[in-house]
Every structure is written in C-alpha cells, then in structure tokens.
C-alpha cells in the first residue's frame, strides 16, 4: 500500500498563509505531482473497497474554489478531498476522505439526501426505528465510529409530530459518520489499511438504508 507524501501535508501549510494566484502559479507543477500521487492512492482504496463493495468511481474534487456566493474570496482549497460512489441505484450511501494539516477525517453516509429520500427515510424512522437503533448500536461499529452525526431542523420537519418517540432520527438532515485523524495518523505506513478497515465496519448502516431506499413502506421493491 502507498504512503501519504509528506510534501501534501506541507504544501497545503504553505497554501493557508499564501492563497493567491501569484503563490500558486510558480507552485503548480509541485501541486499538480501530488496531485497525481494522491489520485493512485485513491484508486488504491477503491480497489480495495471493492472487495467487499460495489465502488463506481472515486473522485478527487478539484482544488479552485467557487467563490461565486461566498464572503470568503480565497481561490484554493486548502484540503484533498476525494469521494467514494456506491453503485446506483441499489447501493446507497457514499465514503469520503479528507486530507489536510490538522484536519483530516473521513466520514460515511448520506451527506446531501435528495428530498424524496430524506422523506422516505424520515416515513421509516416514523414507523419503526428500532432496527436501525439496533444497527448504530452494535459494538464494532460504535467502536470505528461512534455516533451518529449531522445537521438537524430544531424541532421537527413538515408533517412530523416533534413529540415522536424517535424525533432525535427524524429530525436529522444529514446521517452521517466521522472519524478524525492526526497527521502523523494520516503520514503512517497503514493509513490506507486503516481507511479500508473502518469503511468496512459501516456496512451494516448501509445495507441497512440502502434497504429502506429502494423499497416502499410495504417493503416493496421500488427497483
């Protein structure tokens, strides 16, 4: 397996004190050769998150920002970021690493629902949450990833009484899981062993809603 090259950690330092174009450009080809070497690393988790998966592609976000609607007018990330697509439409659910100085994690789940899945989800909490409590409680996973993270309405959504027994699962936006890395973690020999181990222990989460997304109430087959 490859190893992270420190000069990733390095370069992006540099770049949170110098993020202009006239820094960058002399920079380039640097960025651009660790560009490369992380592309393979990608390519290397994937490989072997299909052992046991279904991966469509992996793919490296580019480092220009879109600076378009946002106060903070830097042109570059300071971080890689790379996904990890399950196959669609019978897969559900995604894996995500992130690499940068200090913060780097990776996380698994639904970060960005559509509406009608979030809604589909949210009928399911309603009606019986309790194989999913089952599936976020059990000990492995809880020891590769704890609990259950992500952004939430205050009360309750539209439709949705906020006196449920299971409000604290339908309220949620976002179902996700985090796990976070130092950088001498994300610089060690068996980085990339690790990813696949704890990417791996989260599949009980995603059999389970990849389940409740591609069948009706009834438990209908919708494929």
């Known amino acids: 397996m490859s190893k992270i090259n420190p000069d990733v950690l390095a ?6 004190k110098n993020n202009t174009r006239e820094w960058f450009e002399p920079q380039k080809s640097r960025f651009k050769g660790l560009e490369a070497e992380i592309k393979q690393y990608a390519e290397e988790i ?8 279904e ?5 490296l976000f580019r480092i220009y920002r879109d600076v378009r609607f946002s106060k903070n007018k830097t ?3 300071t971080h890689f970021g790379i996904s990890f ?13 992130h690499i940068a100085p200090g913060d780097s994690f990776i996380a698994t789940g ?37 609990g259950l ?47 696949l181990f ?7 989460f995603f059999d389970y809603m990849s389940n409740v997304l591609t069948t009706d109430l009834n438990g209908v087959s919708l494929l």
Request: glycine share 4%; aromatic share 12%; charged share 40%.
């Open 149 to 195: 993270q992500g952004d939430e309405v205050k009360t309750a959504p539209k439709g949705f009484s906020k006196e449920h027994a299971d409000i604290d699962l339908i309220r949620k936006k976002q179902y996700l899981f985090m796990k976070k890395f130092t950088d001498k973690e994300v610089l060690s020999a068996d980085f990339q062993k690790q990813i």
């Open 75 to 77: 042109p570059f990330k």
């Open 11 to 16: 370069f992006y330092k540099e770049l949170e």
């Open 46 to 53: 994937k490989q072997g998150l299909s052992e046991t998966d």
């Open 110 to 146: 639904f970060w960005n629902p559509d509406k009608d899945d979030l809604f589909r989800i949210r009928k399911e909490m309603e009606v019986d949450a309790a194989e999913l409590r089952e599936v976020m409680a059990d000990a492995e996973l809880q020891a590769h990833w704890g």
């Open 55 to 59: 991966i469509d592609r992996a793919k």
């Open 85 to 97: 697509h399950r196959k669609k439409p019978h897969l559900r659910g995604g894996y995500y690493l």
């Open 198 to 204: 704890h990417f791996k222990a989260i599949r009980p």
